[in-house]
């Protein structure tokens, strides 16, 4: 896989980090089940800086909200939506968040992105988790996701064994239940997350690439890997990441900070929304409102419902 590494340097783009090993967040472990737990590790794990547990490991989330213009029905709906970025220790084995400290738990940055739209009189609700070892090394070990509308909902599954197992759900009897395995590329949900470990790992060039899962579902395309082409440019605050998938008629970028701990600014999503001679090229634009760290777990009282009015939600 291409990094930016060398894109950055010739661009004279260097990114500073103090790394260091972190006493209190475990490696990975090598070790695995066939068929059971994440493959062992193709390449050494990279070491944490000390901006990144300590900003990481405060015992918090980060949240960002954005007003969201979503494409849809070949019209603009407003919405909101909400990006829940977290640290925690997942159960290799049994591929899910751990329950206690054990030697075996693998340290994940795990993102919940969140949308809620309106399209005329019915809400669309979408989530999708993606659990991405913090050693930035391999792919991601875990992606769900899901979408919720009056007509009825999806859900899809991917786990990182020996390939990636799917398991995929919809109410549409074209789509309905389906498992499958799929060769390891790279994942357009891990992207997000590995980002926000070091923007210079990210991949550059002609790229094989398995979409968002939401775009997939909202689309009804086959999951699997697409061609695309990444790249990444520089503002003076701000670094541009593109994916361009020329087959799916699709641009993503995503704008983020080019300082730790490179936060997310804003992205926009084009491709033709509709099927046949009614599609029309639309743009899904999101535009950060508010950011905050909290323990939002602990938010569940109706006196936190002000934390709500803070991030404009």
């Given at each position: 896989m291409k990094s930016i590494s060398r894109h950055l340097i010739l661009a004279g783009i260097t990114i500073v980090g103090t790394i260091i090993a972190c006493s209190n967040v475990k490696n990975e472990t090598a070790n695995s089940t066939k068929n059971n737990s994440v493959t062992a590790i193709s390449k050494p794990a990279q070491p944490t800086s000390e901006a990144f547990n300590k900003y990481w490991y405060a015992g918090s989330a980060e949240i960002t909200s954005f007003e969201l213009e979503q494409a849809r029905y070949r019209e603009i709906h407003k919405g909101k939506s909400v990006l829940i970025y977290v640290t925690e220790d997942f159960n290799p084995t049994k591929q899910v968040k751990a329950d206690e400290q054990r030697a075996t738990n693998i340290p994940v940055l795990k993102l919940n992105a969140t949308k809620k739209f309106y399209t005329g009189i019915y809400p669309y609700s979408t989530m999708t988790s993606t659990f991405y070892p913090v050693s930035n090394n391999k792919h991601a070990i875990k992606v769900t996701a899901s979408m919720q509308e009056w007509c009825g909902h999806v859900f899809t599954q991917l786990n990182n064994?020996?390939?990636?197992?799917?398991?995929?759900?919809?109410?549409?009897?074209?789509?309905?239940?389906?498992?499958?395995?799929?060769?390891?590329?790279?994942l357009e949900d891990e992207l997000w997350t590995k980002l926000r470990i070091d923007p210079a790992q990210l991949p550059i060039g002609t790229q094989q690439i398995i979409p968002a899962f939401e775009f997939l579902r909202m689309k009804h395309i086959p999951l699997k890997a697409y061609e695309a082409i990444a790249s990444i440019t520089k503002s003076e605050t701000t670094f541009k990441y593109t994916l361009d998938y020329p087959k799916l008629n699709r641009k993503l970028t995503i704008n983020f900070n080019t300082s730790f701990p490179y936060d997310i600014m804003s992205w926009t999503d084009t491709y033709k929304d509709g099927y046949g001679n009614s599609a029309k090229n639309l743009t899904t634009k999101a535009t950060r409102i508010k950011q905050l760290k909290s323990p939002y777990w602990s938010k569940n009282k109706a006196k936190d419902s002000l934390l709500r009015k803070e991030l404009g939600l």
């Amino acid at each position: 896989m291409k990094s930016i590494s060398r894109h950055l340097i010739l661009a004279g783009i260097t990114i500073v980090g103090t790394i260091i090993a972190c006493s209190n967040v475990k490696n990975e472990t090598a070790n695995s089940t066939k068929n059971n737990s994440v493959t062992a590790i193709s390449k050494p794990a990279q070491p944490t800086s000390e901006a990144f547990n300590k900003y990481w490991y405060a015992g918090s989330a980060e949240i960002t909200s954005f007003e969201l213009e979503q494409a849809r029905y070949r019209e603009i709906h407003k919405g909101k939506s909400v990006l829940i970025y977290v640290t925690e220790d997942f159960n290799p084995t049994k591929q899910v968040k751990a329950d206690e400290q054990r030697a075996t738990n693998i340290p994940v940055l795990k993102l919940n992105a969140t949308k809620k739209f309106y399209t005329g009189i019915y809400p669309y609700s979408t989530m999708t988790s993606t659990f991405y070892p913090v050693s930035n090394n391999k792919h991601a070990i875990k992606v769900t996701a899901s979408m919720q509308e009056w007509c009825g909902h999806v859900f899809t599954q991917l786990n990182n064994k020996d390939q990636f197992e799917v398991q995929s759900y919809s109410y549409f009897e074209s789509e309905s239940d389906q498992k499958f395995s799929t060769e390891k590329v790279i994942l357009e949900d891990e992207l997000w997350t590995k980002l926000r470990i070091d923007p210079a790992q990210l991949p550059i060039g002609t790229q094989q690439i398995i979409p968002a899962f939401e775009f997939l579902r909202m689309k009804h395309i086959p999951l699997k890997a697409y061609e695309a082409i990444a790249s990444i440019t520089k503002s003076e605050t701000t670094f541009k990441y593109t994916l361009d998938y020329p087959k799916l008629n699709r641009k993503l970028t995503i704008n983020f900070n080019t300082s730790f701990p490179y936060d997310i600014m804003s992205w926009t999503d084009t491709y033709k929304d509709g099927y046949g001679n009614s599609a029309k090229n639309l743009t899904t634009k999101a535009t950060r409102i508010k950011q905050l760290k909290s323990p939002y777990w602990s938010k569940n009282k109706a006196k936190d419902s002000l934390l709500r009015k803070e991030l404009g939600l």
